[in-house]
Antibody, heavy 119, light 108 residues
Framework: EVQLMQSGAEVKKPGESLKISCEAFGDNLTNHWIGWVRQMPGKGLEWMAIVFPGDFETRYRPSFEGQVIVSVDKSINTAYLQWSSLKASDTGMYYC????????????WGQGTLVTVSS | DIQMTQSPSSLSAFVGDRVTITCRASQSISTYVNWYQQKPGKAPNLLIYGATTLQSGVPSRFSGSGYGTDFTLTISSLQPGDFATYYCEQSYNRPPYTFGQGTRLEIK
């Protein structure tokens, strides 16, 4: 079984950069796809991007393309989500999620990282 | 993008009730639908994948059905811990996939 441990809550100002992490325990991320899900306050779930196992190809939902960067450091079994210039509208809860087969749903989830962007 | 439309957006029910939540896809997606439960302040939890397959450890009172564009999640006898928000997700296209807007299930 895989456990995903995310970094802690962040409070940032608009225009600042941020990188949050998701460390995997119990299996190697080269065997799993891993993705990031945004949940804005009081709203539903949105897939932002996914990293495929093996070659770590990344795919972004068009609305997030150019807004964030996702990456994986396989040497420390950790995935990242980063912003170069935060906006107030980036405020929300961000979850990493993973599975062996992407079509069969995400059966492993991190606990979430709350990002608050406010001046 | 394939759109997933859930109905109702919210419902109230009693413990012991049978409840059905519907999800409609904007195009045919075979059986590539997954269902999640999310409780307040918690990460989502996968309940059903492939439209009908129960994830390991999920109680058998949860079931899924459907093919093509119309899918349902049924809870046969509501328990107190089932009051949560439920999301469908299509996994037909290449990811990232899309979720429905969610159905909030509340105690009556």
């Amino acid at each position: 079984e895989v456990q995903l441990m995310q970094s802690g809550a962040e409070v940032k100002k608009p225009g600042e950069s941020l990188k949050i992490s998701c460390e995997a325990f119990g299996d190697n991320l080269t065997n799993h796809w891993i993705g990031w899900v945004r949940q804005m306050p009081g709203k539903g779930l949105e897939w932002m991007a996914i990293v495929f196992p093996g070659d770590f190809e990344t795919r972004y939902r068009p609305s997030f393309e150019g807004q964030v960067i996702v990456s994986v450091d396989k040497s420390i079994n950790t995935a990242y989500l980063q912003w170069s210039s935060l906006k107030a509208s980036d405020t929300g809860m961000y979850y990493c999620a993973s599975s062996v087969s992407s079509r069969d749903g995400a059966d492993y989830w991190g606990q979430g990282t709350l990002v608050t962007v406010s001046s | 993008d394939i759109q997933m439309t859930q109905s109702p957006s919210s419902l109230s029910a009693f413990v012991g009730d049978r409840v059905t939540i519907t999800c409609r896809a904007s195009q045919s997606i075979s059986t590539y639908v997954n269902w999640y439960q999310q409780k307040p302040g918690k990460a989502p939890n996968l309940l059903i994948y492939g439209a009908t397959t129960l994830q390991s450890g999920v109680p058998s009172r949860f079931s899924g059905s459907g093919y093509g564009t119309d899918f349902t999640l049924t809870i046969s006898s509501l328990q107190p811990g089932d009051f949560a928000t439920y999301y469908c997700e299509q996994s037909y296209n290449r990811p990232p996939y899309t979720f429905g807007q969610g159905t909030r299930l509340e105690i009556k």
